[in-house]
């Protein structure tokens, strides 16, 4: 019973408050607010985990004057922790200190009690823990041959009396060991408790003579391209080093569609590879244990993400049915099995958890970005887009979640681009063009001046000026299409050639020169930008058909597009009719599943002009978050300028790093989170997008930069754009400007204009 | 809602009934009264496990009227599934036959529905099942891009809504296979579900193409001798074979705690009996399957039993805390873990259950013979003893239970007898002895005929007659000493060499000599008589102790025996002052602990006569339950004579087999036994003979035959002995006569009367 006269406590950083009886410990009132306070020793004031700061002041909103003489004072055991352990001024033993009056308790996190020395905190990110691992510390009663109970049974006798953990199940390798351990520990162990679900029996994996006061855990994020892993502590959530490396599965296949196929054509393909990438992650784990100074045996928890393929190989699972529809998942919910059976060497009764795959091209590691960035717990309406070969795209807030996948080809990595290469030093990364002179600017990886400072030459010498990357296939196109260079249709304009020459023609096109030396020659070519244009089409149309789905009710129906009128050119065949759409949809589809089949596009098309239909009037999207390494490098506002996203806020716009890895981090410092995100997963509806009859009109007016029909009010208020009102929307005579491939000055003009209020 | 008016339906043989509304299939109404009736295609009539019978008549007990008409018509899936199996007369699909009038319905037991044999029944007796394994036959969701849940979570669906099994844990090695079984199978498949413990998650351990209909599990006995292995059918409770093999832990030491120092001597000690018995029980296994002709991979389900040395030995346990006070088993508490943690080859994710042990000395075997045997199900107070080198002896009813063990040696196995040998083709097994006359005729193992029957010479000479076993030794000495040739004090009486020339001088004391032929003479030493004594007299100070915890409650303090005056003899020491009985014990402890020192008997002393001490009214017991198989080749008349064990009613005393081979069968074939035998085991209060203070009086009041201090009433109605009144009780001039270790003429006559009377 507390009453309105007891202490107010306000626990930070959970914003978790309530009222206590005075002489209440700290971390009595911490649990009965539900707020994770790690303690090994169970209150014995020797593990040192349980650390609380008081914040002091005066917290108005609150209500509530703090002080640090509103707990008890220092007790025996306090001052004998801090006379064997570092114990930094102001910091208490939650289990010790009682409350005396209103108080602000921060709890800090990444707290160092012993000697491993906290490296790195790549995720700064603060939230609640409640890892599946414990360490529970007992003193065990000795053995009585008037009650000749197991030396396990009176270990678990302890362990349901202190720690409330009742029944566990024991690892098979701990029953020889239990006697030699107890009576090294002079009947005082540490239990390791693995406890994930709450509908289940906890686990005991491991046991320890006295006192074990930390156990680590891992975050993997196993990507098609790059294996990425963090080692964290379990019991302070502190990240103590991080490794990253190759997924080896390149040398069987670039992209995932190649992989499938290799496991296809051998039959030692898929072991190969799942052997390759557990040997890869495996030697991860290594490398952070050696970096952190820890047994690989104290690795007591890791959480996996991929996509499906990914996800698939590394379970050993054949990925043959993802590869063609209807794209069967083996398994799509979370999947927990021993480490050992992946062939990991961790602790040996570790578990891995994956977590859930949504659909057959969103996988793991789209529930982890979704669990990351949290749509479902915000009322504002997020766009996730991860980016790679395949787009996966999570759209929605509290209220629903749509979830696709969109495959967008790898010209976004920089492949398939003549000039593409993957970020690496020497890669061109950002470019400015000058919209009068047109001439380029740019910054290279690993070059810290741009191209036009002084110094640049000397700089650039080391690494070189090697090709361009994704960020840098995005700005240089955007570039183009402000200066004018390209239409809003994508056409290379060989008109200017006579004004720059940068513009120079190359067969039945042009090209842009955006770097040359005596043996070196970096061009845009028109290929690459029809490259470009079907992937941001393609993860365009995607972002459309979800946003469709959650404006309207599915009953409504959405008519067909009608054909625009279409100028013919003089020598290219510039009509694009609308039934070719799906031929370029169906084209890009089979260059990626088999590299089989080249897009059919030589000489660009202008694009057609679907008429705006009558649907539920558009969302409104909030907020767009761009994961994964492309989404890190890519300027929000130049993938908004070349229509890969819908318009929105450019400061609600941004990335979000590896939100796949962050989101596997949390699963493993939180099992709440993994309930939360299977729970989550099972919400969010799936679309396909190939089986949607929309698909390829959304494709063809996304060809267009940024979109034949999209208004983007937001961008044009700070990024005036060629042939749109100020308001962003479609300007009016476009119809009569269509259709020609060649130069329009007033809407090359109109691009400059842009740019210099830009400037 | 059903009313008075409803069909009753009774079902048998757990008796549980109920009334049902006309048209409630009788599957659905076993279930509602929780009577298992196994299922493995969920009623869609193909797997056949679901068999009743209805018993026909007047059952006025149950005022039923029962008819085979009073189920519905056959139905189609039952013709259909006639015309496919064999289908005995009489026989009905409990999923299709529907209630329509008053029944009493059979649940026929080892029903064979698929080619396997029933070879055995080991045992016949019925009791209801509900195994840890269940297959679950599904008809799974195709998939579907927009619904993209994964073949897996189609199946979990699948089993959620026909089987009602949530969220079950799947084995890793399944997830491969996951996609090629489901396609196989048609989007049918069955599931092997494991479910043990309600509080934990079912577990999917296999699966396979379209209806699996057979599941198989082991039960197995590791004694410290003889390793007995049954093999079971989980879904119809038959049992398909047997096999059983000698302990090949026998190399490194006869007995257990000859073992025992085995593994500390020797730093490979345990590992190698370790692997030794599970390669023994491996390769029964083999047998058994080979023998049944099914796979080891369709045994799922397995179940151990053993005492704690065996127990902890077939763990990997380092079983040497077993070997010293205060005797700490390493795990007291039911274990289950993998089987192939333990080296064997069954189906590859089978999990093994090992039952509870009670106590260090008493083992999961004791745990199975109780389960097997009830005590705490009954309401009458049983004693079972399980003999072995150590006996186990556990004592109670429904309202309480006690055990024990005591060190008994192995004197009762035909070892340290002069002439014994273990029980096998030429060991004299049955003796008589003429009071008369003194002459023996005796039975050998392997010969149908008496010794002094015709033919008997003969037919033993293939197997000859090579020693005495160990019923072949209680035997002899109970006819020794109703025959007046051994006093209640276990003395050969001398004088009666002059009488006979079976008694015969052997140094210091006498032997009877049994069979003697030019080459070979079987004797009865004094020793072998001294060395059945301590046996027996450990055995019953055990008992006793058990009894008298079980009388009284355990505040009542029991005062120290008085010595009896006890007469010199003029050459031999016989006086046995109390203060040497307990160096008799220690010597008897030390004899089996190392096998270092030797008993100190030599000419046997006549024994004190302890007073009778006011303690509560000893108990009665109902009945006695001789267990392993020493119990099952001992008469229990013979046991009573010699006092192995207090009286009882000769009728309610008797050999239960192989008691821990039956409960751990039980275990197996039903889940709640496992929960049963746990919660009971918890009950039971553990004594430790060795620190009883009581041990040693009773120890020599039990060196006498049968008892020097307590009465048989229940043995002397059958049974008259010497210095016995009728009554069973001890004669009141038995003083005036203890102490003379020659003939006692009158005593000896009684016997002879009570022989005649007898004949």
């Known amino acids: 019973m507390t009453t309105g006269a007891d202490p107010l406590v306000l626990f930070m950083p959970s914003g978790r408050r309530g009222r206590f009886p005075r002489g209440t410990p700290v971390i009595e009132a911490a649990r009965t607010l539900g707020v994770y306070v790690e303690s090994v020793c169970g209150g014995r004031g020797i593990c040192g985990r349980c650390q609380i700061e008081v914040a002091e002041g005066v917290f108005a909103k609150h209500k509530i004057i703090s002080a640090?003489?509103?707990?008890?004072?220092?007790?025996?055991?306090?001052a004998r922790y801090a006379a064997k352990r570092p114990f930094p001024p102001g910091r208490r033993l939650s289990c010790s200190a009682t409350i005396e009056g209103d108080l602000v308790v921060d709890l800090p996190t990444g707290m160092a009690v012993?000697?491993?020395?906290?490296?790195?905190?790549?995720?700064?990110?603060?939230f609640p823990r409640d890892p599946a691992i414990r360490l529970l510390y007992v003193e065990v009663a000795e053995p009585d041959m008037h009650?000749?109970?197991?030396?396990?049974?009176?270990?678990?006798?302890?362990?349901?009396?202190?720690?409330?953990?009742?029944?566990?199940?024991?690892?098979p390798a701990i029953l020889p060991e239990v006697q030699a351990i107890l009576r090294r520990g002079g009947?005082?162990?540490?239990?390791?408790?693995?406890?994930?679900?709450?509908?289940?029996?906890?686990?005991?994996?491991?046991?320890?003579?006295?006192?074990?006061?930390?156990?680590?855990?891992?975050?993997?994020d196993i990507g098609s391209t790059t294996i990425a892993l963090h080692l964290s502590s379990l019991l302070s959530g502190a990240t103590i080093a991080s490794a990253g490396a190759p997924n080896p599965q390149i040398r069987f296949g670039e992209d995932l569609m190649s992989r499938v196929s290799y496991v296809m054509m051998n039959p030692q393909g898929r072991p190969q590879m799942t052997v390759a990438v557990r040997a890869a992650i495996q030697a991860l784990i290594e490398e952070v244990a050696a970096e952190a100074r820890i047994a690989t045996d104290d690795?007591?928890?890791?959480?996996?993400?991929?996509?499906?393929?990914?996800?698939?190989?590394?379970?050993?699972?054949?990925?043959?049915?993802l590869g063609q529809a209807p794209f069967a998942l083996a398994v799509s919910g979370a999947v927990a099995v021993p480490a050992s059976d992946l062939d990991l060497t961790l602790h040996p009764a570790a578990r891995a958890y994956l977590l859930p795959c949504i659909a057959g091209h969103v996988g793991a590691d789209a529930a982890a970005v979704t669990l990351s960035e949290g749509p479902h717990r915000q009322d504002e309406t997020m766009l996730i887009v991860d980016v790679g070969t395949n787009a996966e795209i999570v759209l929605g807030n509290r209220s629903r979640l749509l979830a696709a996948s969109s495959p967008t080809g790898p010209a976004f990595e920089g492949a398939e681009i003549?000039?593409?290469?993957?970020?690496?030093?020497?890669?061109?990364?950002?470019?400015?063009?000058?919209?009068?002179?047109?001439?380029?600017?740019?910054?290279?990886?690993?070059?810290?001046?741009?191209?036009?400072?002084?110094?640049?030459?000397?700089?650039?010498?080391?690494?070189?000026?090697?090709?361009?990357?994704?960020?840098?296939?995005?700005?240089?196109i955007a570039e183009m299409f402000l200066a004018g260079i390209v239409t809003e249709d994508g056409v290379i304009d060989g008109a200017l050639a006579a004004r720059s020459p940068r513009i120079v023609r190359e067969g039945r096109t042009f090209a842009y020169v955006l770097h040359e030396t005596a043996d070196q020659t970096i061009r845009v070519l028109q290929t690459d930008i029809r490259a470009i244009q079907l992937g941001k089409a393609a993860l365009y149309a995607g972002i459309k058909l979800l946003m469709d789905r959650f404006a309207v009710p599915p009953a409504l129906a959405v008519p067909a597009p009608t054909s625009a009128p279409a100028a013919a050119s003089d020598d290219l065949p510039l009509d694009l009719d609308p039934a070719e759409a799906p031929?370029?949809?169906?084209?890009?589809?089979?260059?990626?599943?088999?590299?089989?089949?080249?897009?059919?596009i030589s000489p660009p098309p202008p694009l057609p002009v679907p008429e705006t239909t009558a649907t539920a009037a558009p969302i409104r999207i909030d907020r767009i978050a761009l994961a994964g390494a492309f989404g890190s490098f890519i300027e929000p506002r130049y993938a908004m300028i070349l229509g890969l996203v819908p318009d929105c806020d450019l400061a609600k716009c941004g990335s979000i790093g590896n939100a796949a890895g962050a989101g596997a981090r949390m699963a493993l410092l939180n099992r709440a989170y993994?309930?939360?995100?299977?729970?989550?997963?099972?919400?969010?509806?799936?679309?396909?997008?190939?089986?949607?009859?929309?698909?390829?009109?959304?494709?063809?007016?996304?060809?267009?930069?940024?979109?034949?029909?999209?208004a983007y009010p937001e961008l044009c208020r700070v990024q005036p754009l060629p042939n749109r009102g100020a308001d962003g929307s479609v300007l009016a005579n476009r119809p009569d400007t269509a259709g020609s491939p060649v130069g329009d000055g007033r809407r090359r003009r109109a691009g400059s204009r842009a740019r210099e209020r830009q400037a």
């Open 418 to 476: 003549s000039s593409g290469q993957r970020a690496a030093p020497g890669a061109i990364e950002r470019v400015r063009i000058d919209p009068h002179t047109l001439e380029p600017r740019f910054k290279v990886i690993g070059v810290e001046t741009w191209s036009h400072e002084p110094g640049f030459a000397e700089a650039a010498r080391a690494v070189g000026v090697t090709g361009i990357c994704g960020s840098g296939i995005i700005e240089v």
């Open 187 to 220: 009947w005082r162990v540490t239990c390791a408790i693995a406890l994930d679900r709450d509908d289940e029996r906890p686990r005991l994996m491991g046991l320890y003579p006295g006192l074990k006061n930390e156990a680590y855990g891992i975050a993997v």
């Open 147 to 171: 009650a000749p109970l197991g030396d396990l049974d009176r270990i678990f006798a302890a362990l349901e009396r202190d720690w409330d953990v009742a029944a566990p199940i024991v690892d």
């Open 299 to 321: 690795i007591m928890d890791c959480v996996f993400v991929g996509n499906p393929i990914m996800h698939h190989l590394f379970l050993g699972i054949d990925p043959t049915e």
């Open 114 to 126: 012993n000697s491993a020395v906290v490296r790195k905190a790549v995720d700064t990110r603060d």
């Open 68 to 78: 640090a003489d509103h707990l008890s004072a220092w007790s025996a055991k306090e």
């Open 674 to 710: 993994r309930r939360e995100i299977e729970a989550t997963v099972t919400r969010i509806a799936k679309i396909e997008t190939a089986l949607e009859p929309d698909f390829q009109r959304h494709f063809v007016a996304a060809m267009a930069f940024p979109n034949k029909l999209d």
């Open 583 to 600: 031929a370029l949809a169906d084209a890009l589809f089979a260059a990626q599943a088999g590299r089989a089949a080249e897009p059919a």
